[in-house]
């Protein structure tokens, strides 16, 4: 996981007592513009819904009239519970003066930077996945690993390539989803067996790649290389790589620009090559595994 | 909604794949309830960053999520460490359904489970360790 473990400030619209409940519009307001700035927000009237947590710092906002947090039900307020009494505050001015506050604790702990990723990374249906290890050999971005059980998982979801949904075409139980595709059953629709034909999925790709995308690229970077040593032309090399991935790129709805961020043929192989010696290694550890213990749970 | 069910919205705010009209009305709605619900910008971001604050907004008992489709929100959770309890849990699909559908399910009282069948487990994850190593 590349990604630090960060938490979003939560706000708590807090409207029991002692304080007085906001407007549906004052509400609307404010739920739209604090999760346009990527932080939670949770409207409650009970006390005891409000408590102090270690890991998720709160801000709880309220009509106080001054009182806030003197009420016996609520905790005091500390390093992770701040209170913001917004009594005085205009309706007009209310959505500022909450997120204002919100972005100052942000800054002060250093919460994640909400804008700078659009989350895009495989998710996989353990239902559907038989661990067949086939997308982590075929990812040359590090995306997947394995855990300590020797189980894929997902490791390094920001190494993922925006809107690529590539590996979920390799997968051949259909058990990779991306939440934020188009389309189904890569979305999280149901996956209907009878239509999908997951053999056909299969062969789909591999008639697509030839077989192997990396042998395929390999071997138009050969050829490419050749001719690149003969007439000195690199962009002849670079139209040859460019034409092999059109394809892919149609076919898998791969995005161009993926495809071109791609690296040199031979850091292709060299990666996919790791990812290979990865999958082999997860798959014999698996082995020996269940031969150690033919009947596992 | 259930006494003691908790409402969870997902904002999806980083992609188009919910219609805009349906989340606002959602929203719109939710506000005008009067009920106890709560709000997330972006259901995936916090599973990729490995939000300790997943854990707390499922927190056990019944739960309504307003998100997209259930197989992918029951392996987002899965995948946190965070599995949804498929005897407590509804998911509202934005995605396929009307807001009238998604807000009237939320704010009916009745809770129909609907997380997909399986007995597959994810792996343990970041969410896990962070709360062993506490
Ligand atoms: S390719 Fe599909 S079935 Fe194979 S390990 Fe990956 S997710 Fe599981
Ligand atoms: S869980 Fe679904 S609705 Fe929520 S952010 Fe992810 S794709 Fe969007």
Redesign the interface.
């Known amino acids: 996981?590349s990604?630090?473990?960060?938490?979003?400030l939560?706000v708590i619209l807090f409207e029991g007592e002692p304080a007085t409940p906001f407007t549906?519009d004052e509400?609307?307001s404010l739920?739209?513009q604090i999760?346009?700035?990527?932080?939670?927000?949770?409207?409650?009237?009970?006390p005891e819904?409000v408590s102090v947590?270690?890991?998720?710092q709160s801000l709880v906002v309220g009509r106080f009239h001054g009182q806030s947090p003197a009420h016996p039900g609520l905790p005091e307020s500390g390093q992770n519970l701040v209170f913001l009494d917004v009594s005085d505050q205009p309706a007009a001015n209310l959505a500022d003066c909450v997120t204002g506050r919100a972005a100052e604790l942000q800054t002060e702990r250093q919460h994640?930077d909400?804008k700078s990723?659009?989350?895009?990374?495989p998710?996989?249906?353990?239902?559907?996945?038989t661990n067949c290890m086939q997308c982590l050999s075929f990812c040359l971005f590090g995306v997947y690993g394995v855990?300590?059980?020797q189980?894929i998982?997902?490791q390094n979801?920001?190494n993922c390539k925006t809107n690529c949904p590539a590996c979920s075409r390799v997968c051949p139980e259909a058990a990779i989803?991306f939440?934020?595709?188009?389309a189904?059953p890569i979305?999280?629709?149901?996956v209907n067996d009878s239509e999908i034909q997951r053999e056909k999925m299969k062969v789909d790709i591999s008639s697509l790649l030839g077989g192997d995308i990396y042998s395929l690229l390999r071997d138009r970077s050969d050829r490419a290389k050749s001719r690149f040593s003969k007439e000195r032309d690199s962009s002849k090399a670079l139209t040859e790589r460019q034409k092999c991935l059109v394809k892919l790129q149609k076919d898998a709805d791969i995005p161009p620009e993926v495809l071109m961020s791609l690296p040199s043929p031979e850091e292709i192989q060299r990666r996919a090559a790791e990812a290979s010696a990865k999958a082999e290694a997860a798959i014999q550890a698996n082995r020996q595994r269940q031969a150690a213990n033919p009947d596992p749970e | 909604m259930a006494e003691n069910g908790k409402i969870l919205y997902c904002n999806c705010a980083h992609a188009k794949v919910v219609p805009d009209e349906v989340k606002e009305a959602v929203l719109d709605g939710l506000c005008e309830s009067g009920l106890e619900w709560q709000a997330v910008s972006d259901l995936c971001e916090m599973v990729a960053r490995r939000d300790p604050a997943l854990r707390q907004l499922h927190g056990g008992g019944p739960l309504k999520v307003a998100a997209c489709y259930p197989r992918a929100v029951k392996w987002l959770f899965g995948s946190a460490g965070v599995p949804l309890d498929p005897a407590q849990t509804q998911i509202c699909n934005m995605r396929e359904e009307s807001a009238e559908q998604v807000l009237s399910q939320l704010t009916h009282l009745e809770l129909t489970p609907n997380v997909p069948e399986g007995a597959g487990k994810a792996p343990r994850e970041i969410v896990d360790e962070a709360e062993d190593s506490r």
């Not at chain 1, 979305?187 to 149901?190: K, T």
């Open positions: 996981m990604l630090t473990q960060t938490t979003a939560q549906p509400r609307k739920f739209r999760l346009g700035r990527g932080f939670s927000i949770r409207r409650t009237s009970q819904a947590d270690q890991r998720v994640f909400h990723w659009k989350p895009w990374f998710v996989i249906d353990y239902d559907r996945c855990s300590d059980i189980q998982q997902v979801h920001d989803m939440p934020k595709y188009k189904g979305n999280g629709e149901i």
